[in-house]
Protein backbone atom coordinates (compact mmCIF):
# COMPACT_ATOMS: atom_id res chain seq x y z
CA UNK A 1 0.00 0.00 0.00
CA UNK A 2 1.26 3.44 -0.98
CA UNK A 3 1.83 5.85 1.68
CA UNK A 4 -0.99 8.25 0.94
CA UNK A 5 -3.31 5.16 1.19
CA UNK A 6 -2.07 4.17 4.36
CA UNK A 7 -3.04 8.01 5.46
CA UNK A 8 -6.32 8.13 3.85
CA UNK A 9 -7.40 4.96 5.89
CA UNK A 10 -5.56 5.70 9.42
CA UNK A 11 -7.32 9.59 8.75
CA UNK A 12 -10.55 8.01 8.17
CA UNK A 13 -10.12 5.70 10.90
CA UNK A 14 -10.84 2.52 8.40
CA UNK A 15 -7.15 1.04 9.52
CA UNK A 16 -4.83 1.83 12.47
CA UNK A 17 -1.74 3.46 13.05
CA UNK A 18 -0.72 0.79 15.47
CA UNK A 19 -1.55 -2.28 12.96
CA UNK A 20 0.65 -0.58 9.99
CA UNK A 21 3.06 -0.32 12.26
CA UNK A 22 3.04 -4.14 13.36
CA UNK A 23 3.49 -4.97 9.68
CA UNK A 24 6.29 -2.73 8.98
CA UNK A 25 7.88 -4.31 12.67
CA UNK A 26 6.94 -8.26 10.96
CA UNK A 27 8.44 -7.21 7.42
CA UNK A 28 11.56 -5.85 8.92
CA UNK A 29 11.89 -8.87 11.23
CA UNK A 30 10.83 -11.14 8.15
CA UNK A 31 13.69 -10.16 5.94
CA UNK A 32 16.75 -7.37 8.15
CA UNK A 33 18.71 -10.57 8.87
CA UNK A 34 19.52 -10.81 5.11
CA UNK A 35 19.40 -7.49 3.97
CA UNK A 36 20.87 -5.59 6.20
CA UNK A 37 18.67 -2.76 5.93
CA UNK A 38 17.86 -1.01 9.10
CA UNK A 39 20.41 -0.77 11.78
CA UNK A 40 18.35 0.20 14.48
CA UNK A 41 14.72 -0.08 15.42
CA UNK A 42 12.92 1.31 18.73
CA UNK A 43 10.26 -1.18 18.83
CA UNK A 44 8.64 0.16 21.91
CA UNK A 45 8.80 3.44 20.80
CA UNK A 46 7.22 2.70 17.16
CA UNK A 47 4.31 1.19 18.84
CA UNK A 48 3.55 3.89 21.10
CA UNK A 49 3.99 6.76 18.71
CA UNK A 50 1.40 5.04 16.65
CA UNK A 51 -0.85 4.63 19.61
CA UNK A 52 -0.40 8.16 19.75
CA UNK A 53 -1.70 8.50 15.92
CA UNK A 54 -4.77 6.55 16.76
CA UNK A 55 -5.57 8.14 19.39
CA UNK A 56 -5.42 11.55 17.83
CA UNK A 57 -8.04 9.99 15.17
CA UNK A 58 -10.24 8.81 17.85
CA UNK A 59 -10.49 12.39 19.08
CA UNK A 60 -11.72 13.74 16.44
CA UNK A 61 -8.48 15.15 14.96
CA UNK A 62 -6.47 15.29 11.99
CA UNK A 63 -2.82 13.43 12.65
CA UNK A 64 -1.71 15.31 9.09
CA UNK A 65 -1.01 14.20 5.66
CA UNK A 66 1.17 11.21 6.85
CA UNK A 67 -0.84 9.61 9.30
CA UNK A 68 0.15 6.47 10.51
CA UNK A 69 2.75 6.30 8.01
CA UNK A 70 6.04 4.51 8.90
CA UNK A 71 9.05 5.87 7.61
CA UNK A 72 12.77 4.54 7.32
CA UNK A 73 15.23 7.35 8.05
CA UNK A 74 19.13 7.51 6.95
CA UNK A 75 21.16 7.29 9.80
CA UNK A 76 22.65 10.63 9.44
CA UNK A 77 19.50 12.04 10.98
CA UNK A 78 18.83 12.70 14.07
CA UNK A 79 16.28 11.57 16.74
CA UNK A 80 16.04 12.40 20.36
CA UNK A 81 17.36 9.14 21.93
CA UNK A 82 17.60 7.19 19.33
CA UNK A 83 21.11 6.05 18.41
CA UNK A 84 22.38 7.77 15.21
CA UNK A 85 25.96 6.50 13.72
CA UNK A 86 26.34 7.47 10.62
CA UNK A 87 27.47 4.15 9.37
CA UNK A 88 30.84 4.83 11.51
CA UNK A 89 32.51 3.35 14.72
CA UNK A 90 33.37 7.09 15.50
CA UNK A 91 30.04 7.32 16.53
CA UNK A 92 28.54 4.26 17.73
CA UNK A 93 26.55 4.36 20.93
CA UNK A 94 25.54 7.88 20.75
CA UNK A 95 22.09 9.03 21.36
CA UNK A 96 21.47 12.67 19.70
CA UNK A 97 19.84 14.90 22.56
CA UNK A 98 18.31 16.56 19.43
CA UNK A 99 15.70 16.19 16.41
CA UNK A 100 15.98 17.36 12.92
CA UNK A 101 14.05 19.72 11.88
CA UNK A 102 13.03 17.14 8.74
CA UNK A 103 12.23 14.33 10.90
CA UNK A 104 10.26 16.49 13.48
CA UNK A 105 8.27 17.94 10.46
CA UNK A 106 7.40 14.19 9.68
CA UNK A 107 6.06 13.88 13.47
CA UNK A 108 4.26 16.91 12.59
CA UNK A 109 2.60 14.96 9.42
CA UNK A 110 1.57 12.29 11.83
CA UNK A 111 4.68 10.29 10.50
CA UNK A 112 5.81 7.02 12.63
CA UNK A 113 9.57 6.63 12.27
CA UNK A 114 10.60 2.87 12.54
CA UNK A 115 14.18 3.18 12.89
CA UNK A 116 17.52 4.02 11.30
CA UNK A 117 18.84 2.54 7.89
CA UNK A 118 22.38 1.15 7.39
CA UNK A 119 24.48 3.50 4.60
CA UNK A 120 27.93 4.25 3.25
CA UNK A 121 30.15 6.00 6.70
CA UNK A 122 29.24 8.89 6.91
CA UNK A 123 27.71 9.19 3.40
CA UNK A 124 31.19 8.49 1.75
CA UNK A 125 30.08 5.52 -0.89
CA UNK A 126 27.87 4.62 -3.67
CA UNK A 127 27.32 0.93 -2.71
CA UNK A 128 26.35 0.81 1.24
CA UNK A 129 29.92 -1.37 1.26
CA UNK A 130 31.66 1.39 3.26
CA UNK A 131 29.06 1.35 6.06
CA UNK A 132 31.65 -0.10 9.52
CA UNK A 133 28.14 -2.51 9.88
CA UNK A 134 28.39 -4.39 7.11
CA UNK A 135 27.04 -3.93 3.64
CA UNK A 136 22.95 -4.05 2.57
CA UNK A 137 21.81 -6.19 0.14
CA UNK A 138 20.02 -5.03 -3.21
CA UNK A 139 16.10 -6.94 -1.98
CA UNK A 140 15.61 -7.20 -5.42
CA UNK A 141 18.25 -9.06 -6.37
CA UNK A 142 20.59 -9.65 -2.81
CA UNK A 143 23.70 -10.40 -4.83
CA UNK A 144 23.77 -6.81 -5.79
CA UNK A 145 24.23 -3.19 -4.12
CA UNK A 146 21.28 -1.19 -3.29
CA UNK A 147 23.42 1.91 -4.27
CA UNK A 148 24.36 4.33 -1.92
CA UNK A 149 25.21 6.00 0.19
CA UNK A 150 21.24 6.27 1.02
CA UNK A 151 21.23 2.62 0.29
CA UNK A 152 19.63 1.44 3.43
CA UNK A 153 16.98 3.93 2.74
CA UNK A 154 16.07 2.61 -0.72
CA UNK A 155 16.75 -1.13 0.51
CA UNK A 156 13.65 -0.38 2.85
CA UNK A 157 11.32 0.60 0.55
CA UNK A 158 12.29 -1.98 -2.06
CA UNK A 159 11.66 -4.60 -0.05
CA UNK A 160 8.32 -3.30 1.49
CA UNK A 161 9.34 -2.72 4.79
CA UNK A 162 8.14 0.94 4.82
CA UNK A 163 6.38 2.65 2.20
CA UNK A 164 8.58 5.94 2.05
CA UNK A 165 12.39 6.86 3.49
CA UNK A 166 14.28 9.88 4.34
CA UNK A 167 17.95 9.82 2.38
CA UNK A 168 20.39 12.27 1.89
CA UNK A 169 21.67 13.34 -1.26
CA UNK A 170 25.44 15.09 -1.50
CA UNK A 171 26.36 13.54 -5.35
CA UNK A 172 24.16 11.60 -5.95
CA UNK A 173 22.76 9.51 -3.10
CA UNK A 174 19.19 9.71 -2.67
CA UNK A 175 18.52 9.34 -6.64
CA UNK A 176 21.32 6.39 -7.79
CA UNK A 177 19.91 4.45 -5.01
CA UNK A 178 16.41 4.86 -6.21
CA UNK A 179 17.21 4.16 -9.66
CA UNK A 180 18.98 0.95 -8.79
CA UNK A 181 16.20 -0.52 -6.69
CA UNK A 182 13.67 0.80 -8.75
CA UNK A 183 12.48 3.77 -6.49
CA UNK A 184 11.26 7.35 -7.25
CA UNK A 185 14.02 9.51 -5.48
CA UNK A 186 14.03 13.53 -5.01
CA UNK A 187 17.35 15.75 -4.41
CA UNK A 188 15.62 18.68 -3.86
CA UNK A 189 16.89 22.47 -4.39
CA UNK A 190 19.51 23.17 -1.89
CA UNK A 191 18.04 24.74 1.14
CA UNK A 192 14.41 23.53 0.33
CA UNK A 193 15.10 21.20 3.55
CA UNK A 194 16.07 22.49 6.33
CA UNK A 195 19.44 20.50 7.75
CA UNK A 196 19.51 21.12 11.01
CA UNK A 197 19.72 17.25 12.63
CA UNK A 198 21.54 16.16 9.55
CA UNK A 199 25.01 15.23 10.34
CA UNK A 200 27.06 17.29 7.77
CA UNK A 201 29.40 15.99 5.20
CA UNK A 202 29.81 18.33 2.57
CA UNK A 203 27.87 20.94 3.73
CA UNK A 204 27.18 23.09 0.73
CA UNK A 205 25.97 19.48 -1.19
CA UNK A 206 23.66 17.77 1.61
CA UNK A 207 20.41 18.02 0.81
CA UNK A 208 17.49 15.93 2.63
CA UNK A 209 14.82 14.21 0.49
CA UNK A 210 12.66 11.18 0.07
CA UNK A 211 12.63 7.89 -1.60
CA UNK A 212 9.43 6.04 -2.12
CA UNK A 213 7.73 3.65 -4.60
CA UNK A 214 5.18 6.32 -6.14
CA UNK A 215 5.87 9.87 -7.40
CA UNK A 216 2.93 11.09 -5.45
CA UNK A 217 4.67 9.23 -2.02
CA UNK A 218 7.56 11.39 -2.75
CA UNK A 219 5.97 14.97 -3.26
CA UNK A 220 3.87 14.08 0.07
CA UNK A 221 6.62 13.55 1.94
CA UNK A 222 9.14 16.62 0.39
CA UNK A 223 6.25 18.85 1.25
CA UNK A 224 5.80 17.46 4.54
CA UNK A 225 9.65 18.29 5.46
CA UNK A 226 10.42 21.19 2.62
CA UNK A 227 10.23 25.07 3.75
CA UNK A 228 11.98 27.89 5.91
CA UNK A 229 13.57 27.02 9.39
CA UNK A 230 15.44 29.63 11.08
CA UNK A 231 17.69 27.09 12.74
CA UNK A 232 19.61 26.48 9.34
CA UNK A 233 21.30 29.82 8.06
CA UNK A 234 21.42 28.04 4.29
CA UNK A 235 17.06 27.42 4.33
CA UNK A 236 15.87 29.63 1.51
CA UNK A 237 12.61 31.65 2.69
CA UNK A 238 9.17 30.79 2.27
CA UNK A 239 6.96 28.00 2.73
CA UNK A 240 6.94 24.30 1.09
CA UNK A 241 6.02 24.38 -2.60
CA UNK A 242 2.11 22.76 -2.98
CA UNK A 243 3.83 19.67 -4.97
CA UNK A 244 0.63 17.59 -4.22
CA UNK A 245 -1.45 19.67 -6.20
CA UNK A 246 0.64 19.96 -9.49
CA UNK A 247 1.16 16.35 -9.66
CA UNK A 248 -1.75 16.01 -12.41
CA UNK A 249 -0.51 19.61 -14.21
CA UNK A 250 1.08 17.48 -16.92
CA UNK A 251 3.96 18.79 -19.42
CA UNK A 252 2.03 20.39 -22.13
CA UNK A 253 3.94 23.28 -23.61
CA UNK A 254 7.12 22.35 -21.49
CA UNK A 255 10.51 22.49 -23.23
CA UNK A 256 12.56 19.61 -21.80
CA UNK A 257 16.35 18.81 -23.26
CA UNK A 258 18.05 15.30 -23.76
CA UNK A 259 21.57 16.20 -22.50
CA UNK A 260 23.91 14.29 -24.14
CA UNK A 261 26.61 14.53 -21.43
CA UNK A 262 23.78 13.24 -19.07
CA UNK A 263 23.69 9.74 -21.20
CA UNK A 264 27.47 9.26 -22.36
CA UNK A 265 29.17 6.44 -21.31
CA UNK A 266 25.87 4.32 -20.04
CA UNK A 267 24.88 1.03 -20.50
CA UNK A 268 22.80 0.88 -23.73
CA UNK A 269 19.86 -0.13 -21.82
CA UNK A 270 20.02 3.15 -20.01
CA UNK A 271 19.96 4.90 -23.55
CA UNK A 272 17.07 3.44 -24.35
CA UNK A 273 15.20 4.03 -20.96
CA UNK A 274 16.11 7.67 -21.82
CA UNK A 275 14.84 7.60 -25.34
CA UNK A 276 11.48 6.03 -24.38
CA UNK A 277 10.89 8.66 -21.88
CA UNK A 278 11.91 11.15 -24.00
CA UNK A 279 9.25 9.60 -26.43
CA UNK A 280 6.54 9.30 -23.23
CA UNK A 281 6.65 12.79 -22.37
CA UNK A 282 7.13 14.31 -26.25
CA UNK A 283 3.80 11.93 -26.61
CA UNK A 284 2.04 14.10 -23.51
CA UNK A 285 2.81 17.07 -25.15
CA UNK A 286 5.95 18.29 -24.63
CA UNK A 287 9.04 19.52 -26.83
CA UNK A 288 11.86 17.58 -26.52
CA UNK A 289 15.28 18.40 -28.17
CA UNK A 290 19.07 17.19 -27.70
CA UNK A 291 21.54 19.90 -26.31
CA UNK A 292 25.29 19.46 -24.92
CA UNK A 293 26.08 21.39 -21.86
CA UNK A 294 29.67 20.17 -21.88
CA UNK A 295 30.97 22.14 -18.89
CA UNK A 296 29.08 19.17 -17.21
CA UNK A 297 32.15 16.58 -17.57
CA UNK A 298 34.11 18.72 -15.33
CA UNK A 299 31.60 18.01 -12.51
CA UNK A 300 33.15 14.88 -11.33
CA UNK A 301 36.62 15.99 -10.99
CA UNK A 302 35.47 19.30 -9.35
CA UNK A 303 32.85 17.16 -6.91
CA UNK A 304 35.69 14.87 -5.76
CA UNK A 305 37.69 17.75 -4.49
CA UNK A 306 35.18 20.45 -3.02
CA UNK A 307 33.52 17.32 -0.98
CA UNK A 308 36.66 15.68 0.22
CA UNK A 309 37.44 19.63 1.31
CA UNK A 310 34.48 20.18 3.25
CA UNK A 311 34.45 16.47 4.58
CA UNK A 312 38.13 17.14 5.71
CA UNK A 313 36.51 20.32 7.63
CA UNK A 314 33.32 19.03 8.93
CA UNK A 315 34.58 15.62 10.12
CA UNK A 316 37.66 17.37 12.64
CA UNK A 317 35.00 17.39 15.47
CA UNK A 318 35.46 13.56 15.35
CA UNK A 319 38.09 14.14 18.41
CA UNK A 320 36.87 11.81 20.92
CA UNK A 321 36.17 14.71 23.28
CA UNK A 322 32.84 15.77 23.36
CA UNK A 323 30.98 12.55 21.75
CA UNK A 324 31.22 8.87 20.07
CA UNK A 325 34.39 6.62 20.10
CA UNK A 326 37.44 7.73 22.42
CA UNK A 327 40.46 6.03 22.51
CA UNK A 328 43.08 5.96 24.96
CA UNK A 329 46.39 8.38 24.34
CA UNK A 330 49.27 9.32 26.73
CA UNK A 331 48.41 12.94 25.88
CA UNK A 332 45.66 15.25 23.70
CA UNK A 333 46.97 14.82 19.85
CA UNK A 334 48.04 10.97 21.03
CA UNK A 335 44.29 10.11 22.35
CA UNK A 336 42.74 12.09 19.02
CA UNK A 337 45.50 10.41 16.18
CA UNK A 338 44.13 6.90 18.23
CA UNK A 339 40.39 7.92 18.40
CA UNK A 340 40.13 8.79 14.43
CA UNK A 341 42.24 5.68 13.26
CA UNK A 342 40.63 3.41 14.76
CA UNK A 343 36.86 5.03 14.67
CA UNK A 344 37.41 6.15 10.60
CA UNK A 345 37.22 3.22 7.89
CA UNK A 346 39.03 3.36 4.83
CA UNK A 347 36.70 5.19 2.40
CA UNK A 348 36.65 8.31 5.21
CA UNK A 349 40.74 8.40 5.62
CA UNK A 350 41.02 8.43 2.04
CA UNK A 351 38.09 11.21 1.48
CA UNK A 352 39.62 13.52 4.34
CA UNK A 353 43.59 12.83 3.55
CA UNK A 354 42.26 13.86 -0.17
CA UNK A 355 40.31 17.17 0.91
CA UNK A 356 43.45 18.28 3.32
CA UNK A 357 45.48 17.54 0.68
CA UNK A 358 42.95 19.78 -1.93
CA UNK A 359 43.24 22.67 0.81
CA UNK A 360 46.64 22.84 1.83
CA UNK A 361 49.35 25.21 1.31
CA UNK A 362 50.37 25.28 -1.93
CA UNK A 363 48.18 23.09 -3.35
CA UNK A 364 44.83 25.06 -2.65
CA UNK A 365 44.81 27.51 -5.74
CA UNK A 366 45.45 24.53 -7.82
CA UNK A 367 42.56 22.00 -6.82
CA UNK A 368 40.51 23.56 -4.45
CA UNK A 369 39.92 26.75 -5.72
CA UNK A 370 40.55 26.00 -9.10
CA UNK A 371 37.51 23.67 -8.43
CA UNK A 372 35.37 26.51 -6.99
CA UNK A 373 35.56 28.24 -10.22
CA UNK A 374 34.29 25.38 -12.59
CA UNK A 375 31.55 25.01 -10.08
CA UNK A 376 30.77 29.05 -11.57
CA UNK A 377 31.47 27.70 -14.89
CA UNK A 378 28.99 25.10 -14.56
CA UNK A 379 26.29 27.01 -12.98
CA UNK A 380 26.18 29.39 -16.15
CA UNK A 381 26.14 26.14 -18.30
CA UNK A 382 23.17 25.70 -16.44
CA UNK A 383 21.33 28.73 -17.05
CA UNK A 384 22.09 29.00 -20.12
CA UNK A 385 20.47 25.75 -21.13
CA UNK A 386 17.68 26.47 -18.71
CA UNK A 387 17.05 29.73 -21.11
CA UNK A 388 15.74 27.62 -23.83
CA UNK A 389 14.55 24.40 -21.34
CA UNK A 390 11.97 24.02 -18.36
CA UNK A 391 13.76 20.73 -17.82
CA UNK A 392 16.62 18.63 -18.92
CA UNK A 393 16.48 14.79 -18.95
CA UNK A 394 18.93 12.14 -18.66
CA UNK A 395 20.09 8.75 -16.83
CA UNK A 396 20.45 8.59 -13.18
CA UNK A 397 23.35 5.83 -12.90
CA UNK A 398 25.26 4.79 -15.80
CA UNK A 399 24.42 1.29 -15.16
CA UNK A 400 21.91 -1.00 -13.73
CA UNK A 401 22.51 -2.33 -9.40
CA UNK A 402 26.17 -4.05 -9.94
CA UNK A 403 27.59 -7.38 -7.60
CA UNK A 404 28.43 -6.56 -4.17
CA UNK A 405 31.75 -6.12 -4.12
CA UNK A 406 32.75 -5.27 -8.06
CA UNK A 407 34.10 -1.76 -7.07
CA UNK A 408 35.09 -1.72 -3.54
CA UNK A 409 38.90 -1.91 -4.36
CA UNK A 410 38.62 0.34 -6.99
CA UNK A 411 37.69 3.80 -5.77
CA UNK A 412 37.65 5.72 -8.72
CA UNK A 413 35.42 2.89 -10.65
CA UNK A 414 32.93 3.78 -7.77
CA UNK A 415 32.87 7.02 -8.31
CA UNK A 416 32.32 6.89 -11.70
CA UNK A 417 28.69 5.82 -10.28
CA UNK A 418 28.03 9.21 -9.63
CA UNK A 419 28.64 11.24 -12.90
CA UNK A 420 25.30 11.98 -14.07
CA UNK A 421 23.70 12.89 -10.08
CA UNK A 422 27.38 15.01 -9.24
CA UNK A 423 26.58 18.15 -11.47
CA UNK A 424 22.88 18.83 -10.06
CA UNK A 425 24.54 19.09 -6.38
CA UNK A 426 27.52 21.53 -7.64
CA UNK A 427 24.45 23.48 -9.24
CA UNK A 428 22.56 23.78 -5.72
CA UNK A 429 19.30 22.52 -8.54
CA UNK A 430 16.58 19.96 -7.94
CA UNK A 431 16.28 16.86 -9.70
CA UNK A 432 14.24 13.36 -9.38
CA UNK A 433 15.14 9.92 -10.70
CA UNK A 434 11.66 7.79 -11.73
CA UNK A 435 12.08 3.95 -12.55
CA UNK A 436 11.93 3.35 -16.18
CA UNK A 437 12.79 0.29 -18.18
CA UNK A 438 15.44 -2.23 -17.32
CA UNK A 439 18.57 -3.50 -17.43
CA UNK A 440 20.23 -6.71 -19.15
CA UNK A 441 19.90 -8.92 -16.14
CA UNK A 442 16.11 -7.33 -15.82
CA UNK A 443 16.69 -4.88 -12.85
CA UNK A 444 15.00 -1.23 -13.01
CA UNK A 445 16.93 1.30 -14.37
CA UNK A 446 15.83 4.97 -13.72
CA UNK A 447 15.80 8.35 -15.65
CA UNK A 448 16.70 11.85 -14.13
CA UNK A 449 14.69 15.02 -14.47
CA UNK A 450 16.50 17.87 -13.93
CA UNK A 451 15.44 21.76 -12.88
CA UNK A 452 16.47 24.98 -12.27
CA UNK A 453 16.17 26.39 -8.45
CA UNK A 454 13.06 25.67 -6.77
CA UNK A 455 11.45 24.02 -10.21
CA UNK A 456 9.84 21.04 -7.83
CA UNK A 457 6.12 21.57 -8.69
CA UNK A 458 7.30 20.86 -13.00
CA UNK A 459 9.64 18.08 -12.01
CA UNK A 460 6.90 15.94 -9.97
CA UNK A 461 4.46 16.63 -12.55
CA UNK A 462 7.27 15.97 -15.15
CA UNK A 463 7.95 12.37 -13.44
CA UNK A 464 4.34 11.84 -12.92
CA UNK A 465 4.41 11.59 -16.86
CA UNK A 466 7.00 9.04 -17.16
CA UNK A 467 5.51 6.93 -14.32
CA UNK A 468 2.24 6.60 -15.99
CA UNK A 469 4.04 5.82 -19.15
CA UNK A 470 6.11 3.04 -18.24
CA UNK A 471 2.66 1.13 -18.09
CA UNK A 472 2.94 -1.89 -15.80
CA UNK A 473 5.22 -1.78 -12.64
CA UNK A 474 9.00 -2.49 -13.80
CA UNK A 475 8.73 -2.17 -17.60
CA UNK B 1 50.80 11.38 -13.35
CA UNK B 2 49.96 13.67 -10.25
CA UNK B 3 53.00 14.54 -8.31
CA UNK B 4 51.97 13.06 -5.19
CA UNK B 5 54.38 11.07 -3.34
CA UNK B 6 54.46 8.75 0.07
CA UNK B 7 55.94 11.63 1.79
CA UNK B 8 52.76 13.86 0.99
CA UNK B 9 50.21 11.43 2.05
CA UNK B 10 52.16 10.90 5.34
CA UNK B 11 52.25 14.50 5.91
CA UNK B 12 48.49 14.90 5.23
CA UNK B 13 47.87 12.05 7.58
CA UNK B 14 49.97 13.53 10.19
CA UNK B 15 47.89 17.14 9.73
CA UNK B 16 44.43 14.67 9.32
CA UNK B 17 45.63 13.50 12.80
CA UNK B 18 45.16 9.76 11.65
CA UNK B 19 47.91 7.17 11.92
CA UNK B 20 48.73 5.26 8.62
CA UNK B 21 50.01 1.68 8.89
CA UNK B 22 53.28 1.20 5.94
CA UNK B 23 50.83 -1.06 3.53
CA UNK B 24 47.86 1.87 3.84
CA UNK B 25 50.47 4.27 3.25
CA UNK B 26 51.30 2.44 -0.42
CA UNK B 27 47.55 1.71 -1.10
CA UNK B 28 46.38 4.94 -0.44
CA UNK B 29 49.33 7.25 -2.21
CA UNK B 30 48.22 5.20 -5.22
CA UNK B 31 44.41 5.59 -4.86
CA UNK B 32 44.91 9.29 -4.16
CA UNK B 33 47.22 9.97 -6.80
CA UNK B 34 44.49 8.21 -8.97
CA UNK B 35 41.96 10.78 -8.28
CA UNK B 36 44.59 13.49 -8.08
CA UNK B 37 45.25 12.90 -11.90
CA UNK B 38 41.55 12.93 -12.75
CA UNK B 39 41.58 16.16 -11.93
CA UNK B 40 44.08 17.00 -13.74
CA UNK B 41 41.17 18.32 -16.52
CA UNK B 42 40.65 21.47 -13.94
CA UNK B 43 43.93 22.36 -13.37
CA UNK B 44 44.61 22.43 -17.27
CA UNK B 45 42.03 24.86 -17.79
CA UNK B 46 42.39 28.78 -17.82
CA UNK B 47 40.13 29.98 -15.36
CA UNK B 48 41.33 33.62 -14.88
CA UNK B 49 38.75 36.30 -14.21
CA UNK B 50 36.44 33.61 -12.88
CA UNK B 51 34.65 33.93 -9.92
CA UNK B 52 34.75 31.31 -7.48
CA UNK B 53 31.68 29.64 -6.20
CA UNK B 54 31.76 28.16 -2.19
CA UNK B 55 27.97 27.98 -1.83
CA UNK B 56 25.38 27.65 -4.29
CA UNK B 57 22.73 30.04 -2.53
CA UNK B 58 24.09 33.39 -1.56
CA UNK B 59 21.65 34.92 1.06
CA UNK B 60 24.33 36.80 2.54
CA UNK B 61 24.99 36.47 6.51
CA UNK B 62 21.75 35.58 8.29
CA UNK B 63 21.28 36.40 12.01
CA UNK B 64 18.97 35.94 14.43
CA UNK B 65 16.82 38.69 16.28
CA UNK B 66 19.26 39.15 19.57
CA UNK B 67 16.90 37.75 22.00
CA UNK B 68 17.47 35.10 24.85
CA UNK B 69 15.98 32.03 24.68
CA UNK B 70 16.49 28.62 26.00
CA UNK B 71 19.06 26.39 24.57
CA UNK B 72 19.34 22.59 24.49
CA UNK B 73 20.02 21.03 28.16
CA UNK B 74 24.07 21.12 28.87
CA UNK B 75 23.67 18.02 30.84
CA UNK B 76 22.08 15.91 27.39
CA UNK B 77 25.24 16.94 25.73
CA UNK B 78 27.69 16.02 28.62
CA UNK B 79 26.39 12.78 29.23
CA UNK B 80 27.00 11.71 25.49
CA UNK B 81 30.60 12.32 25.68
CA UNK B 82 33.32 9.92 26.69
CA UNK B 83 34.60 11.41 29.88
CA UNK B 84 32.39 14.52 31.38
CA UNK B 85 33.80 15.39 34.42
CA UNK B 86 32.60 18.40 36.47
CA UNK B 87 30.23 19.99 33.75
CA UNK B 88 33.12 20.03 31.55
CA UNK B 89 34.88 18.05 29.09
CA UNK B 90 38.29 15.78 30.54
CA UNK B 91 40.61 14.95 27.92
CA UNK B 92 43.98 13.98 28.82
CA UNK B 93 47.16 15.96 28.97
CA UNK B 94 47.85 18.85 26.64
CA UNK B 95 51.02 20.27 27.83
CA UNK B 96 54.38 18.55 27.50
CA UNK B 97 55.23 18.36 31.39
CA UNK B 98 54.13 15.59 33.53
CA UNK B 99 51.32 16.79 35.94
Known amino acids: MSALEIATRVRSGERSAVSVAEETLTAIAARNADLNVFVHVEREQVLERAAAVDAEVAAGRDPGILAG ?22 LAGWRPPYTATAVERLLAAGAVPVGKTNMDEFAMGSSTETSAYG ?38 SIR ?42 AAATLEAIAGHDPRDSTSLPGPAPALVAHLDE ?33 AAGATLSEVSIPELRLGLSAYYLIAPAEASSNLARYDGVRFGLRVAGSDVTEMYVATRTAGFGPEVKRRIMLGTYALSAGYYDAYYGQALKVRTVMIEAFARAYANADLLLGATAPTEAFALGAKVSDPMSMYLSDVFTIPTNLSGHAAISVPFGSGASGLPLGVQLLGPARSEERLVAAAAVVEAGRGVPGA | ?28 TGQLAQVLD ?40 LSAAPQPEDGRFAVPRILGEEP
Open chain 1, 135 to 172: PTRNPLDPTRVPGGSSGGSAAAVAAGMVPVSLGSDTGG
Open chain 1, 69 to 90: VPVGLKDNLCQTGVPTTCGSRI
Open chain 2, 1 to 28: MSELTRDDVAKVARLARLHLTEEELERF
Open chain 1, 176 to 217: QPAALCGLVGIKPTYGLVSRYGLVAFASSLDQIGPLAHTVAD
Open chain 2, 38 to 77: HANDLRALDLTGVAPTAHPVDLGTVVRADEVRPGLARDAF
Open chain 1, 250 to 282: GVAGRRIGIVRELVDGADPEVLAAVEAAAEVLA
